[in-house]
């Protein structure tokens, strides 16, 4: 579970526009992706999580979908607004282990 | 109730030299987690403890990390002769119970700089 690659590094949309993020992972064991945000100089903080019984959660504006077969998951904001402007990082964890192993992060910016 | 608070927020050292980094997680939880940052990556992991033992320090390293945690609540990681690789933020989580399903709450970490 140490492998998880997330695009793009970078994402700018205009207000109003959605945005997605894009995480793939290696280990098959994987079982849960929490998605947190980090505003600048900030801690970070969940913003959504799913379980790998699950293809599917939404939270008003933000949505993560997950495809178990091709080891991959995504972070759909919609009705983006300036104070969405953040880094968000992907991570995965195995209920065998306890620590997550994070993403290299994704910096959003909206445009107002 | 208060979050998860570390201090010191800032800590510059020189080379060489040995620094202690403090985090208290939130009341009641039993599971603590140490990462560190570095510039434009996300969290690497560390150490986590269940209560007052190392239940993982797969993370740590080398042997000039290592890490505390006495009573089951505040914990310490200690850094002995510095290098300047060691600059990063330093940040600790901390979870109701060492349930992979229960949200780490993230402290606002402490930049640590090696000169």
């Known amino acids: 579970g140490e492998n998880v690659e997330q695009h793009p590094s970078t994402l700018s949309v205009q207000e109003g526009d959605s945005a997605v993020i894009k995480c793939t992972y290696s280990d098959s064991a994987s079982n849960y992706f929490p998605w947190y945000k980090q505003e600048l100089g900030k801690r970070p903080q969940l913003i959504i999580d799913i379980r790998s019984n699950v293809g599917e959660k939404k939270d008003q504006r933000i949505a993560v979908t997950l495809n178990k077969t091709a080891k991959h998951f995504s972070l759909h904001i919609t009705e983006t607004q300036p104070e969405d402007s953040a880094v968000y990082f992907c991570?995965?964890?195995?209920?065998?282990?306890?620590?997550?192993?994070f993403g290299t992060g994704t910096s959003l910016t909206v445009i107002p | 109730g208060a979050g998860v608070s570390q201090t010191p927020s800032n800590k510059v050292t020189e080379k060489g030299k040995y620094v202690e980094l403090r985090c208290d997680p939130i009341?009641?939880?039993?599971?603590l987690y140490w990462y560190r940052q570095s510039l434009g990556q996300g969290p690497e992991f560390l150490i986590y403890f269940q209560g007052t033992g190392a239940a993982d320090d797969s993370g740590l390293p080398n042997d000039r990390f290592f890490a505390v945690r006495p009573e089951g609540s505040v914990s310490t990681l200690k850094i002995q002769r510095t290098e300047r690789g060691d600059s990063a933020v330093y940040l600790c989580a901390s979870s109701l119970t060492g349930t992979v399903y229960n949200e780490q709450f993230f402290g606002p970490g402490t930049r640590l700089t090696v000169l």
């Open positions: 009341s009641g939880h039993t599971a």
């Open positions: 991570a995965e964890s195995q209920n065998t282990g306890n620590q997550f192993y």
